[in-house]
Every structure is written in structure tokens, then in C-alpha cells.
T-cell receptor, first 110, second 117 residues
Framework: QKEVEQNSGPLSVPEGAIASLNCTYSDRGSQSFFWYRQYSGKSPELIMSIYSNGDKEDGRFTAQLNKASQYVSLLIRDSQPSDSATYLCAVRKGAQKLVFGQGTRLTINP | GAVVSQHPSRVICKSGTSVKIECRSLDFQATTMFWYRQFPKQSLMLMATSNEGSKATYEQGVEKDKFLINHASLTLSTLTVTSAHPEDSSFYIC?????????????FGPGTRLTVT
């Protein structure tokens, strides 16, 4: 079992709709979770971090964490073509290391 | 804030030569820097973790004598790919974690695309 798993996609969503990205992790003791966005040929950009169960909202983005189910998700409301990218879920392992999922490729269709 | 730069952004070198990549935190002090490698259509793979003033910790399977990492100051870490071969061609990305306010997030540099001919 991979430490961090994501559906690689591609996930296609019409413009204006809600895009839902999911991630599961294997280490029940994990405490810190991150979502990064990566455009083709570019490095990852931090979108959200979440540390507590529940929802965390930032603009059009909402991160959801359920530690009991070992599940973290990212919702993107009012999806725009510029949101088309690969989204990487990362979980902190130990004090410093981040373990990344394989990423979900999201395409927003105009 | 939290800007990380890398230089060069692209480099082409001949097989057998060495290449140095610099990673700088521009507006914060980074006690810890990380070096990743990413092959096409794959996720990031951590190569090593470096703490300022101490030796880097390499991930399993990463040759420390081939990928030399130096983290001599709180704002600069370097990765030297020695005796590069075509299979070392990849996208190398550094990230930095600061100490200001106990920040837990890692911020990534723009990456360096290495092509070995």
C-alpha cells in the first residue's frame, strides 16, 4: 500500500462546477496535510495546509480532513480553466519529510 | 513572502561532467532544505534533506557521492550532480522550510531542468 494515494485521473470538470480531489494516507499518526498545485513544466505551489479535522476554506478552495477515515480532500468551487493542473496531496512524515501522492490531473472544460 | 529561487532554470551538459544547482531562500531563513527529483508524468521523489551546517540525509537508493549537497548558510543550499549521465536528466526541485513563526509549510523553488547529452 502506498503511503499517500490519489486517483491519477484525468478528472474533467466543466467550467463553473465544483472539482473534488481525494487523497488517502496510510499512517494513522499523520498530523499535517498539504495540497499543492503543479502546472506542466513548473514546480509545485502550496494551495492549502490543514492540520485539524473538518473543513478549512480559502477563497474558492476548501480542504477537508477526516483523520478517522485517513482521508483528505480538496474542493474547488466555480472551477476556472486556469485551475487545470496536477494537484498533489502531501502528508508530513516525521518531523520534516513530506510524502507526496502521485497527483491528480484536473482539466476544466470551458 | 516565502520565496525560493533556483539557478540555473535549465542546463544542458555533456555526459561525464558535473553540474551545480543553487537553491536560495530570498526572504526567510531556511534551516532545512529538501531536494527532489521529478521524472515526466511522475510525482516528486525526495532525494535528500539538508540542515544548515550539517551533513545531508539521503533517501534510500540515492547515491550521496553522486549527488553532493551543501547547506552552508541559512539561505543557500547547493546540489552538485557529479559525473552526470543521460539517466540523470530530470527536473530537480528544491524546497525550503523556514523557522519564522514555526512555519511548517515547505515552499518550492521553480526547479531546474537538467538534460545530459
Amino acid at each position: 500500500q502506498k503511503e499517500v494515494e490519489q486517483n491519477s485521473g484525468p478528472l474533467s470538470v466543466p467550467e463553473g462546477a465544483i472539482a473534488s480531489l481525494n487523497c488517502t494516507y496510510s499512517d494513522r499518526g499523520s498530523q499535517s496535510f498539504f495540497w499543492y498545485r503543479q502546472y506542466s513544466g513548473k514546480s509545485p505551489e502550496l494551495i492549502m495546509s490543514i492540520y485539524s479535522n473538518g473543513d478549512k476554506e480559502d477563497g474558492r478552495f476548501t480542504a477537508q480532513l477526516n483523520k478517522a477515515s485517513q482521508y483528505v480532500s480538496l474542493l474547488i468551487r466555480d472551477s476556472q480553466p486556469s485551475d487545470s493542473a496536477t494537484y498533489l496531496c502531501a502528508v508530513r512524515k516525521g518531523a520534516q519529510k513530506l510524502v507526496f501522492g502521485q497527483g491528480t490531473r484536473l482539466t476544466i472544460n470551458p | 513572502g516565502a520565496v525560493v529561487s533556483q539557478h540555473p532554470s535549465r542546463v544542458i551538459c555533456k555526459s561525464g561532467t558535473s553540474v551545480k544547482i543553487e537553491c536560495r531562500s530570498l526572504d526567510f531563513q531556511a534551516t532545512t532544505m529538501f531536494w527532489y527529483r521529478q521524472f515526466p508524468k511522475q510525482s516528486l521523489m525526495l532525494m535528500a534533506t539538508s540542515n544548515e551546517g550539517s551533513k545531508a540525509t539521503y533517501e534510500q537508493g540515492v547515491e550521496k557521492d553522486k549527488f553532493l549537497i551543501n547547506h552552508a548558510s541559512l539561505t543557500l543550499s547547493t546540489l552538485t550532480v557529479t559525473s552526470a549521465h543521460p539517466e540523470d536528466s530530470s527536473f530537480y526541485i528544491c524546497s525550503a522550510r523556514g523557522t519564522d513563526g514555526g512555519a511548517l509549510e515547505q515552499y518550492f523553488g521553480p526547479g531546474t531542468r537538467l538534460t545530459v547529452t
